[in-house]
């Protein structure tokens, strides 16, 4: 899964979420209306020609979560049990190989800050 910003010469128009089996949702910033295309290039044709799309990177939390889980205490085992998330998710994002955003990870970090 891969996340743009969809822009126009007066800026951002819409956030892009386009996924592994190719096909893009968009939701449009104005009228906060939802669109489904087969893929990029059937968006591309749907919009005028000056439209850029920029990849959205996630913001890298491995760091963060080191610090709230060892300052908490917990192996990331049992940070893992606790949560309901795989070790190896914990393990992963850690090390900043996982950057897809989990809302119960996002969760327990803005419990403690």
Known sequence: MRTYTINMEEGQVAEAVAFSDGQVVVRWLFGDTISRFSDLDQLRAA??????????????????????????????????????????????IEAGRNFVSNSVIED??????
């Open 108 to 113: 327990w970090l803005d419990a403690r800050s």
């Open 47 to 92: 919009l005028d020609e000056r439209v850029t799309f920029d990849p959205v990177r996630p913001e890298p939390i491995g760091d963060r979560l080191r610090e709230a889980r060892t300052a908490a205490g917990l192996s990331q085992r049992k940070l893992s049990r606790e949560i309901g998330v795989s070790f190896s998710t914990i393990s992963r």
